[in-house]
């Protein structure tokens, strides 16, 4: 199984060690553009218009000021490094040997700075978003698509890819033909009616990938998918479905009360 996330908005700062190293990063085709987009950030974040460069208000300003120094920034694990709720509900940094080494095969964090990551490349916090326009690259997800293609086409062909990235993450790059692609969507059923929810998706995202992460065996198809999934209703879930859609996509949907 191909297992994608996305980043988390909320980032730990590592207090010390060594800075990034582009070159030891996981997915090493990529290291030409990271140094690229790396270096448009930290120009932007120089820039007097930062915040309006980067989308983000003035409560975030310490963390774009934080930007500049990423070259020489302490760096930490990635599983550690991105804290939000969809990582904190997958334990991802404190998973058991056998589950953090399916991690470190499965998981790939799509990132607007890094183009991907596994838990335990070593990266600096850092405030990007996809759906920026930093120049000169302008917007990031076409200008990581090619790049994420050469990266993980290969990896994906012929396994099940369990999408959970959001949209903007989600054109960075499509899945191939020749992979089985489930898209994660999560519903809330209250009063017989179900509705899409954002913030308890990423809760219930994550507490997906720690079950598939710790289960005996990894899912290798759509239906392995939704049998795992299934093993969390009556726990976690109310409900999950399986639905075809297009082009031999299918989404899991999820259901929470």
Known sequence: MLLLLPPSEG???????????LSALSSPSLTRHRKAVLRALVAASRRRDALDVLGVSSGLADEVARNVSLP????????????GVLYAAAGLADLP????????????????????????DRIPAYRLSMGTWLPPLGALAPSWRPHLAAALDAR??????IDCRSAPYAAAWKVPADAEHVAVRVLRELDGRRSVVSHNAKHTRGVLTGHLLTRAE????????LK??????????????????ARGASTLELVVS
């Open 11 to 21: 980032k730990s700062v590592p207090d010390d060690g060594a800075p990034v190293d």
């Open 72 to 83: 020489t920034a302490p760096a930490a694990r990635a599983a550690r490094v991105y804290s």
């Open 218 to 225: 990894p899912v290798h198809s759509g239906e392995e998918l």
């Open 156 to 161: 994906a062909a012929g396994d099940v890819v």
């Open 228 to 245: 795992a999934a299934y093993e969390l209703v009556g726990t976690e879930l109310l409900d999950a479905t399986l639905l075809p859609g």
């Open 97 to 120: 040997p056998a589950a953090a080494a399916r991690a470190e095969e499965s998981v790939r964090i799509v990132s607007a700075l890094w183009g991907v990551v596994s838990p335990t």
